[in-house]
């Protein structure tokens, strides 16, 4: 399956471009509105064609069969720091 290319809002560093991976695990419906943790300090690569300038985090299995996106516990606001 091919790479899909979303939108993620990083606080005040603006509106970041992904390219994930993460097709076969999650639809575009599951994945609108949902808080996930990212890297976003990342120089934009091109990936398949396409920029991306950050990176999801998910753990994952060794032969890939299940993915989960890794995502705060509680509220927090969009784009606080990870240490």
Do not use: N
């Not at 603006?14 to 639809?27: F, L």
Request: aromatic content about 2%; some cysteine; glycine content about 10%.
């Amino acid at each position: 399956m091919p790479p899909r290319s979303g939108t993620t809002r990083g606080g005040g560093l603006g509106t970041k471009q992904t390219v994930t991976s993460r097709v076969p695990h999650y639809t575009e419906e599951q994945l609108a509105g949902r808080t996930v943790i990212g890297l976003i300090s990342l120089k934009p690569a091109r990936m398949r064609g396409m920029r991306s300038e950050c990176k999801l985090l998910c753990a994952e299995t060794e032969d890939e069969s299940a993915s989960i996106l890794l995502a705060p516990s509680a509220a927090i606001a969009v784009g606080t720091r990870v240490v």
